[in-house]
């Protein structure tokens, strides 16, 4: 039966060529589009760790050579004052590295031997609770932690997991720029956005006296209107003078971040689904055409005594055989690619990719088959001998 | 002759509907996607206004500060050599950076070096800078700013709706005056109101609109604002920050587009002569100038060096353009070697009358060319529909795509580069078959 095949196909390579050509090509698109979409769903499906809705952001922008004590003092003022509106929950100020701000900060420490990457975070005692981070161990720095001999930090479990493997590192000090210790562990920060990687990451405190222009997260009660935006601006401009400032809202950049992934991916699925789409008419057109073409073979088959059934499974079989040597042409190059490790994506995406396309093609293809083929074994030997 | 040939076409395409459909659909879906992408391609990186004469720019954003050291690697190699130990070592000397720190450039930095690089006829700073949150009828308008200098509007030619641009005299004055853009006027006085002459307060201070421009894609951070101010209005300090690193970004216009590369090694020329600030923790100042599209290249793939990202564009969008072209193509190549199959009883027939090679080859590809072209028009109609959907709805993140006679022109060579390319395989195929070959298929 198989070497048959063989022959039936090479007899037909002219336009067999062709076929085989359409089918490695599509596997190759399918390949490529589907490790995309794979890669960007195994982040996504990552969890943020914080909360955006109704949680608001105020950045500011200091004059240059603003006065220190007029800056801890306006800082002060303002959290106060903010603090006894009753939609206002919980307020924290922290550096401009905020979520979805595309803003970030990497460092590496070499502490004798010992080389440790982290990202970096600045944030008030108020942060956790005003984005709603969860703890996964320790607790949160508060302001008493701040006037100890050692800096608070929070660590998040990936720094855990990549650089203290099974201990927990909770009040133990950490040397990074300094002595720290570590007084809690955060679950997930996923702050670059969800379709971003996470990384090591490190909160270090935001201190009142801080220089740098602020940013001041706010965590609204929920159900807070939005003419209160302009109550807020108000209030704040009236306290920060001659501060440049710009409220924002986590849920329009959660959104707005996120979008800037999944349009392009669902674009790219869009075009994917019509190239399938053609390549599935144009396989059907053709093979509907082959059947009236190979009416006088068929008939002869089934005069011979071949089953129905048997006509369907060797179309089937043919057109499987020929999507088949499609895909081991397809595999070989697509294998290059976690061979030469060309992009830093785990094989465990390649393998869902690969297998996915081959099977959405092997789907395909089957059902094209289906209907011409059931078309041929319903020809009547007689008549297709007749008209021979 | 020709008009028997589209008689022809015409009956062969209504005969078989199924291929015809077939065959409409992969080109008119293809050439859509093909021309919406040029329509991007084009708004993004075509000249025409505020670009006209975006050959001539060349854009500066970008100062690197580097502490670049001589890193000298010790290779030791032993080996046996009659049975002794003997190590071979070599040094290897390179570079090793340290120290990485980028950022936009401080207008200190700008004024005082850049003012009068050779081969610019026009020189402009500008920096984007934060936005102003204004409430209209409780409603928040979010305007982004641009603070620019005067000549800012000599280099980039803004298509003004209302009034004129302010000039330099206006921006050395601190003149209370700002350009809006037309969304922007729109939505703060109301659609199609004249905004000359009224006032809007921003930052506690009473603007004087002189000029209305027609809005543009936000994806160009240098061009587009809601609001353009004179940069001597930004925060006091900033203009006289001693730093090298800033908000602020230069544009240059040379007066060919020959002498824009001169112009950008005179800049890169510049870099070493500017004392840095911090020699301890800096050795290596680079200023990074690129053009338009060099400029997008490393926007897109969010690079650092600019080749880099350009060869990566080029190989990224070429590789997905000829994939992306090849599969309708072979589709159409295979449904229309089927078809040409159909039709050899045709064929044998106008052989056996005399008909040369030739003449069946050209008719062939031409029925080919007229259904491609039959299909381009569908997928011209598509591509015009999708991208004004795209424009109205926002979805590419105000991005304007614009459907420029170009567009079209570069639509119609697709289209008939297709047609040529799926009908010559199998019309040659067909046209070599023998009389009596084909006469004979035909009596089977």
Not at chain 1, 35 to 52: A, C, H, I, K, S
Not at chain 2, 124 to 132: A, E, G, I, K, T
Not at chain 2, 341 to 360: C, P
Not at chain 2, 379 to 392: F, M, Q, R, S
Request: with cysteine; proline share 4%.
């Amino acid at each position: 039966m198989i070497s048959h095949i063989f022959k039936l196909i090479w007899n037909r390579k002219r336009q067999n060529s062709l076929l085989i050509l359409e089918i490695f090509f599509a596997f190759l698109i399918l390949f490529a589009v589907l490790g995309v979409v794979f890669f960007n769903l195994d982040r996504y499906r990552q969890p943020l760790g914080f909360e955006t809705e109704n949680i608001w952001v105020v950045y500011f922008t200091l004059p240059p050579g603003t006065d220190s004590s007029l800056l801890v003092n306006t800082k002060k003022q303002l959290k106060t004052t903010l603090k006894q509106f009753p939609e206002i929950e919980q307020l924290s100020y922290s550096s401009h590295i905020t979520p979805f701000s595309n803003s970030n900060s990497v460092s590496t420490n070499d502490h004798s031997g010992f080389s440790l990457q982290t990202w970096l975070c600045e944030a008030d005692e108020d942060f956790a609770e005003t984005m709603g981070l969860k703890l996964v161990a320790g607790r949160w720095p508060n302001a008493a932690d701040y006037d100890g001999k050692y800096t608070p930090v929070v660590i998040n479990q990936l720094l855990l997991d990549t650089y203290f493997k099974d201990s927990s590192m909770v009040d133990k000090i950490f040397s990074f720029n300094g002595e720290n210790k570590i007084v809690g562990v955060v679950e997930h920060y996923k702050y670059l956005g969800e379709f971003a990687k996470e990384n090591p990451l490190t909160f270090f405190p935001f201190r009142e006296d801080d220089l740098q222009s602020p940013a001041l997260s706010i965590r609204l009660v929920p159900g807070t209107s939005a003419d209160f935006e302009e109550k807020l601006n108000r209030t704040v401009q009236a306290i920060t003078k001659d501060w440049e400032f710009a409220i924002e809202h986590y849920e329009t950049r959660r959104v707005r971040n996120s979008q800037e992934v999944w349009i392009p991916l669902v674009a790219l699925l869009v075009i994917c689904t019509f190239l399938l789409v053609n390549i599935a008419m144009g396989l059907f057109g053709v093979l509907i055409y082959n059947v009236s073409r190979r009416r006088p073979e068929i008939g002869l088959r089934m005069a011979m005594g071949a089953s129905s059934g048997s006509i369907v499974r060797q179309f089937m079989l043919e057109l499987f055989f020929l999507t088949g040597l499609g895909l081991v042409l397809g595999v070989f190059f697509a294998v290059q690619v976690p061979l030469l490790k060309l992009f830093d994506v785990p094989v465990s995406i390649y393998l869902y990719a690969g297998f996915g396309a081959m099977f959405i093609i092997f789907t395909l293809v089957g059902l094209c088959t289906l209907y011409p083929s059931q078309q041929a074994s319903r020809i009547h030997p007689a008549i297709a001998l007749h008209e021979e | 002759m020709l008009k028997n040939y589209i008689k022809l076409a015409w009956i062969v395409l209504g005969r078989k509907k199924l291929f015809t459909f077939i065959s409409l659909f992969g080109i008119s879906f293809t050439l859509m996607i093909l021309m919406v992408l040029t329509a991007y391609f084009d708004s993004e990186l075509g000249s025409h206004p505020p670009l006209s004469k975006s050959d001539r720019i060349s854009f500066l954003n970008r100062v690197v500060m580097e502490q670049i050291l001589p890193d000298t690697t010790r290779i030791i190699d032993s080996t046996a050599i009659d049975g002794v130990m003997a190590n071979d070592t070599t040094l290897n000397i390179g570079e090793r950076t340290i120290n990485y720190s980028s950022s936009s450039a401080s207008y200190s930095l700008l004024d005082r070096y850049l003012r009068n690089v050779p081969y610019a006829e026009i020189t402009s700073f500008f920096s984007p800078s934060q936005s102003f949150d204004l409430f209209i009828n409780n409603k928040k308008l979010v305007f982004n700013t641009l603070y620019t200098d005067g000549y800012y509007w000599d280099i980039f030619d803004f298509e003004f709706v209302e009034g004129d641009p302010y000039r330099q005299p206006a921006v050395d004055d601190r003149s209370p005056v700002i350009v809006i853009s037309d969304a922007a006027r729109d939505a703060y006085f109301g659609s199609g109101v004249n905004a000359l002459g009224q006032e809007i307060a921003l930052n506690r201070q009473l603007f004087r609109v002189v000029g209305v421009v027609k809005e543009i894609s936000n994806s160009k951070g240098f061009l587009h604002a809601e609001v353009y101010l004179p940069l001597t209005h930004i925060q006091p300090g900033i203009l006289k920050e001693p730093g090298l690193m800033g908000g602020f970004e230069a544009a240059f216009l040379s007066a060919r587009p020959a002498d824009r590369l001169k112009l950008e090694a005179e800049v890169a020329r510049k870099a070493a002569v500017i004392p840095l600030p911090d020699p301890e923790n800096y050795n290596t100042l680079t200023l990074q100038t690129h053009t338009l599209l060099e400029g997008f290249a490393l926007r897109v793939l969010s690079e650092n060096d600019k080749t880099v990202a350009l060869r990566w564009l080029y190989s990224i969008v070429g590789s997905l353009l000829v994939l992306f072209m090849l599969i309708p193509t072979l589709n159409l190549i295979n449904v229309n070697v089927t078809r040409i199959l159909e039709r050899s009883d045709e064929i044998g027939v106008r052989k056996a009358f005399g008909a040369r090679t030739r003449d069946l080859l050209i008719q062939f590809v031409f029925e080919n060319v007229l259904l491609t072209l039959i299909g381009g028009i569908i997928g011209l109609i598509l591509a015009i529909w999708l991208i004004y959907t795209l424009n109205t709805s926002k979805v590419l993140g105000g991005v304007i795509l614009s459907f420029s006679p170009s567009v079209f022109v570069y639509g119609f060579f697709i289209t008939l580069f297709f047609g040529i390319l799926s009908g010559l395989l199998p019309a040659w195929r067909m046209s070599r078959l023998h009389v009596i070959e084909a006469l004979k298929q035909n009596a089977a």
